[in-house]
């Protein structure tokens, strides 16, 4: 792999399902994983097999469906765990375990009530049995973003030595500063012996909402894989948006990262995922929201029709989105106005538009949003509309 290529790791499947109400059939997440696969992510964790019938047979599904990336399942330090998840991936191209334990205090003294040493023992023992399924093992060390360094690189350690081949470094509540994750993603790549035979993963929440700009920070500073998912959906917050770090590195080219993802597809698939999870995207969404490449005020409307770029960093089409939209209310002004009468059919002469636009406003003061029908209505009852008729 390049040193500068980015794996995406998409886990829409498994942690995006996470949300409450969301729950995919099968058929539905072989349909989405068809298109991540088309997409160009690189892994696709579908599911933890163990946690159900249901996700057992989803699992198996999407092994034997995906060509191209590695396709993922998710298990607890457990044997039985692992041992369901190679059944599961048996038919798989690439195959690979996620496993892992939490080695926060937080995790080792509530949760497993149990003490370090013992949480390393743990570490190596379900990474080596794991690689007696797989050859491709991950490794997650549970809310890694609150655990002191200098034991996460010891737990980094063992899990190398047992065998894994991606260390998932992750924020799992969200909790880290950009620098603070930055700086521990640097402090691994620079302590943990035998790091090079490991690619460190990025694994972000959004309860700060820095899930992006950590995972950024996580790659900068040495990590080359990022966990995300369309639309950023996933437990409580969310996770890591795909659509959003994949244009964070497409559109800064000098910080030399890039992925193998085509964009294009972004907003079609964020479609597809809501749609079929039942859940709605905010219109204000980075890349593929609604409102991402809409205008309505009047300045920076007419920067827009003058020049794209004045106001838009992203060419709408490179994400799959048609064009920009000029979206009309009592905030537009002519420009925009005369763009949109253009659009249905009506070339204004400035006099003609002056008299025009003081009938849309007064009609754009009573609406949220003036549509093409409205725009047909306003010029026919202006005052100059037998002109603009018999031109």
Do not use: W
């Not at 980094?156 to 620098?179: F, H, M, Q, R, W």
């Not at 090079?196 to 950024?216: F, P, V, W």
């Not at 969310?238 to 597809?265: C, F, R, S, W």
Request: some cysteine.
């Amino acid at each position: 792999m390049s040193k500068n290529k980015i794996q995406i790791f998409d886990t829409t499947l498994r942690d995006g399902e996470q949300v409450p109400g969301c729950k995919l059939n099968t058929e539905q997440k072989v349909i989405i994983a068809k298109q991540l696969d088309k997409l160009g992510v690189d892994v696709i964790e579908a599911g933890f097999p163990v946690s159900s019938p249901g996700d057992f047979k989803s699992v198996e599904a999407i092994s034997k469906i995906v060509k191209n990336a590695t396709v993922c399942g998710l298990t607890r330090s457990v044997e039985n765990d692992i041992k369901v998840a190679g059944e599961a991936l048996k038919h798989a191209v690439k195959p690979r375990i996620h496993t892992g334990i939490g080695t926060s205090d937080s995790h080792i003294n509530h949760k497993f009530k149990s003490n370090k040493e013992d949480i390393i023992q743990r570490a190596f023992a379900a990474v080596k049995y794991a690689k007696s399924f797989v050859e491709d093992v991950e490794f997650y060390a549970e809310d890694a973003g609150r655990t002191d360094n200098e034991y996460l690189a010891r737990v980094c350690e063992a899990a190398i030595k047992a065998g894994a081949t991606v260390l998932n470094i992750p924020d799992t509540t969200g909790y880290c500063l950009p620098s603070e994750y930055g700086a521990k993603i640097k402090y691994l790549k620079e302590n943990v012996k035998g790091i090079e035979k490991a690619i460190l993963s990025c694994h972000c929440h959004n309860d700060l909402g820095l899930a992006t700009a950590n995972s950024i920070e996580g790659v900068i500073n040495g990590a080359r894989q990022i966990e995300c998912t369309i639309n950023g959906i996933g437990e409580r917050a969310g996770n890591t948006a795909l659509e959003e770090v994949v244009m964070v590195l497409k559109q800064h080219p000098y910080l030399n990262l890039d992925t193998n993802i085509n964009t294009q597809m972004l907003y079609g698939l964020s479609q597809l995922v809501s749609d079929s999870m039942g859940i709605y995207t905010q219109p204000n969404k980075a890349i593929v929201g609604a409102n991402a490449f809409a205008h309505s005020s009047g300045i920076h409307q007419d920067g827009v029709i003058k020049n794209r770029a004045t106001y838009e960093i992203i060419d709408p089409k490179d994400v799959g989105v048609t064009e920009s939209a000029i979206v009309l209310t009592a905030r537009s002004g002519r420009a925009a106005l005369a763009y949109r009468a253009k659009n249905v059919g009506y070339e204004l002469t400035k006099l003609q538009l002056d008299d025009v636009y003081a009938n849309f406003l007064s009609f754009a003061d009573r609406k949220k949003e003036v549509n093409d029908n409205d725009i047909h209505q306003i010029i026919e009852t202006s005052n100059v509309y037998q002109q603009i008729k018999s031109a």
